[in-house]
């Protein structure tokens, strides 16, 4: 079946500019993650969706970082003014309902600010 | 804050040997998961553990949960090259029946060599 899907695979940019990276989840799955890996942080959580609840922002780093999910469904994480601390892999996950299976990442989204 | 640490950080071993790699972790979860990582590529999910004492074995690799310890144990039996890659153990820490975000240790890059 599909996994996750994220586009675009890869985005190079300049600082300053505006980026969306978007997120579709495995079909079923009710709870979706961002996470971002870089090689000075390691992987960072960054948000979460689970169902109809509010998201869990906790892990965002600045407000220049928010994230939707429509219906339920696709996700999109933009990020406004992008600096170049911003370069880093972002990450998608999903996992369906109930708390005993693992997280399916996506392949990630390469970000490149110069 | 959950901490996460892992070790060794950096592992080169010999093909047919055996070695363990630790993750500790600084609050109490019964929620560990196993993560491997090839370059380039995403997070593939290898072990889920849900409960202290909690043992689960793939081929070559066997992973276990001590919950009091707060120690998970990913042990590699007679390493073979396609064994190599980062592995991360990752801890959920809310418990209850649904999943959250995870917490990642630092990685492992382990190296087989012929």
């Known amino acids: 079946g599909a996994g996750v899907s994220q586009s675009p695979s890869n985005k190079v940019t300049e600082k300053g500019k505006d980026v969306e990276l978007r997120c579709d989840p495995i079909?079923?799955?009710?709870?979706l993650y961002w996470y971002r890996q870089s090689l000075g942080q390691g992987l960072e959580f960054l948000i979460y969706f689970q169902g109809n609840s509010a998201p869990d922002k906790s892990g965002l780093p600045s407000d220049r970082f928010s994230a939707e999910r429509t219906g339920g469904s696709v996700s999109t994480l933009t990020i406004q003014r992008t600096q170049q601390e911003d370069s880093a892999v972002y990450l998608c996950?999903?996992?369906?309902?109930?708390?005993?299976?693992?997280?399916?990442f996506g392949d990630g989204t390469r970000l490149s600010i110069l | 804050e959950l901490k996460v640490e892992q070790n060794p950080l950096f592992l080169s071993m010999q093909e047919g040997k055996n070695y363990t790699i630790y993750c500790n972790y600084s609050t109490t979860s019964d929620r560990l998961y196993w993560y491997r990582q090839d370059p380039g590529k995403s997070l593939e999910s290898l072990f889920v553990l849900l409960s202290n004492g909690a043992v689960k074995q793939e081929g070559r690799l066997m992973a276990s949960l001590d919950t009091k310890a707060r120690l998970s144990t990913l042990h590699i039996t007679a390493a073979v090259h396609d064994l190599s890659a980062t592995y991360f153990c990752?801890?959920?820490?809310?418990?209850?029946?649904?999943?959250?975000?995870?917490?990642f240790g630092t990685g492992t890059r382990l190296q087989v060599t012929l």
């Open positions: 990752a801890v959920d820490a809310q418990g209850g029946g649904t999943a959250s975000k995870l917490t």
């Open positions: 079909s079923g799955h009710t709870a």
């Open positions: 996950a999903s996992s369906p309902p109930g708390g005993n299976q693992p997280q399916h």
